[in-house]
């Protein structure tokens, strides 16, 4: 079994399973997108993916500041052009969430909203609402509170600002964001103290029981600090005091809405499935690119052949 490499770089830190697992720890890349180090592995205990070592949260900050946008751009002209009408995916939590009656949601709360393109979605279809948001990026702040008066809370999750708001959001949405928090389970007891009684959670994060593309070069990222199956996600959600209302796989993605709970879950091992999971996905990548290559030289024909005939 590959073990977990030591990194003597003071920018890194070694972390042990969330779930307080004994069992040892399987390397899975040394590499991630861009070809940042991306140390990859999964806990033989319960099957939880996660980066081990990582950066510090100092090298994580330095990195969203000053390095993020090279591999990432952020176009911010393009995202507030596409913010006048309602964005795909702003769609798509609206069609998600409008079957559990938000109709008459007073306060949301979008953590890492961007443009406020979802914001701007919702409150087109639930006018009496107001608006919060939690954004790092200052260009987007600024265009938050001038042009769609949208109270911008904090600028990082980690900090403070759940005390000032206690029960205060009915609805809350984090997309695609738990999967960059140093530690999930603190962070989300942290906002779950600032859900209304009956508020509710939406939450989506890629599924690592169907990752998709190259592991290495594409979804194994520096930035993503844990990778979750329903299983370990519901686990971790448990444990900061939340309880599934749903919770759906849709291609690459794995959404839910949550509501306050009580009991944390039993622990579940998906360590052999997570395996199995990890294995087919290179496979299916290899197939992709040996078909790929087979369709390249037809192409190459067909072109040579349209050539000759208007020759």
Same mark, same amino acid.
């Given at each position: 079994?590959?073990?977990?490499?030591?990194?003597?770089?003071?920018? @890194?830190?070694?972390?042990?399973?969330?779930?307080?697992?004994?069992?040892?720890? %399987?390397?899975?890349?040394? %590499?991630?997108?861009?070809?940042?180090?991306?140390?990859?592995?999964?806990?033989?205990?319960?099957?939880?993916?996660?980066?081990?070592? !990582?950066?510090? &949260?100092? !090298?994580?900050?330095? @990195?969203?500041?000053?390095?993020?946008?090279?591999?990432? $751009?952020?176009?911010?002209?393009?995202?507030?052009?596409?913010?006048?009408?309602?964005?795909?995916?702003?769609?798509?939590?609206?069609?998600?969430?409008?079957?559990?009656?938000?109709?008459?949601?007073?306060?949301?709360?979008?953590?890492?909203?961007?443009?406020?393109?979802?914001?701007?979605?919702?409150? /087109?279809?639930? $006018?009496?609402?107001?608006?919060?948001?939690?954004?790092?990026?200052?260009?987007?702040?600024?265009?938050?509170? %001038?042009?769609?008066? *949208?109270?911008?809370?904090?600028?990082?999750?980690?900090?403070?600002?759940?005390?000032?708001?206690?029960?205060?959001?009915?609805?809350?949405? =984090?997309?695609?964001?738990?999967?960059?928090?140093?530690? $999930?389970?603190?962070?989300?007891?942290?906002?779950?103290?600032?859900?209304?009684?009956?508020?509710?959670?939406?939450? /989506?994060? $890629?599924?690592? #029981?169907?990752?998709?593309?190259?592991?290495? !070069?594409?979804?194994?990222? /520096?930035?993503?600090?844990?990778?979750?199956?329903?299983?370990?996600?519901?686990?971790?959600?448990?444990?900061?005091?939340?309880?599934?209302? /749903?919770?759906?796989?849709?291609?690459?993605?794995?959404?839910?809405? @949550? &509501?306050?709970?009580?009991?944390?879950?039993?622990?579940?091992?998906?360590?052999?499935?997570? =395996?199995?999971?990890?294995?087919?996905?290179?496979?299916?990548?290899?197939?992709?690119?040996?078909?790929?290559?087979?369709? @390249?030289? *037809?192409?190459?024909?067909?072109? #040579? %052949?349209?050539?000759?005939? &208007?020759?």
């Amino acid at each position: 079994m590959p073990c977990v490499p030591t990194v003597a770089d003071e920018q @890194f830190e070694n972390v042990s399973c969330l779930f307080g697992c004994e069992k040892p720890l %399987k390397q899975l890349s040394r %590499k991630g997108q861009f070809n940042l180090p991306t140390y990859v592995c999964i806990c033989t205990g319960c099957g939880l993916v996660f980066l081990n070592p !990582r950066w510090k &949260k100092e !090298r994580y900050e330095e @990195f969203y500041k000053q390095e993020f946008s090279n591999y990432e $751009p952020v176009d911010l002209d393009s995202s507030l052009k596409e913010n006048l009408d309602d964005a795909p995916e702003a769609i798509q939590v609206w069609n998600r969430l409008k079957i559990f009656n938000i109709g008459s949601t007073q306060c949301i709360l979008d953590m890492g909203c961007g443009a406020g393109s979802i914001l701007k979605t919702l409150k /087109a279809r639930i $006018p009496n609402s107001s608006l919060f948001a939690i954004e790092p990026q200052q260009a987007y702040q600024e265009y938050l509170k %001038k042009k769609l008066s *949208i109270e911008v809370v904090a600028t990082d999750v980690d900090s403070k600002w759940y005390e000032l708001y206690p029960n205060k959001f009915d609805l809350i949405i =984090m997309r695609h964001v738990l999967e960059h928090f140093l530690n $999930p389970i603190e962070s989300l007891k942290k906002t779950v103290s600032t859900l209304s009684p009956n508020g509710l959670l939406y939450l /989506a994060v $890629p599924n690592m #029981m169907n990752p998709g593309g190259s592991l290495r !070069r594409y979804w194994f990222r /520096a930035a993503h600090t844990f990778y979750f199956s329903e299983t370990t996600l519901l686990q971790i959600l448990s444990r900061a005091g939340l309880e599934q209302i /749903a919770i759906q796989s849709e291609g690459r993605e794995l959404w839910g809405v @949550f &509501k306050k709970g009580s009991e944390p879950l039993p622990l579940r091992s998906v360590y052999i499935e997570q =395996m199995e999971a990890v294995r087919k996905a290179k496979i299916r990548y290899c197939l992709e690119c040996f078909l790929s290559s087979l369709r @390249f030289p *037809i192409r190459l024909f067909n072109y #040579m %052949k349209c050539k000759v005939a &208007k020759a």
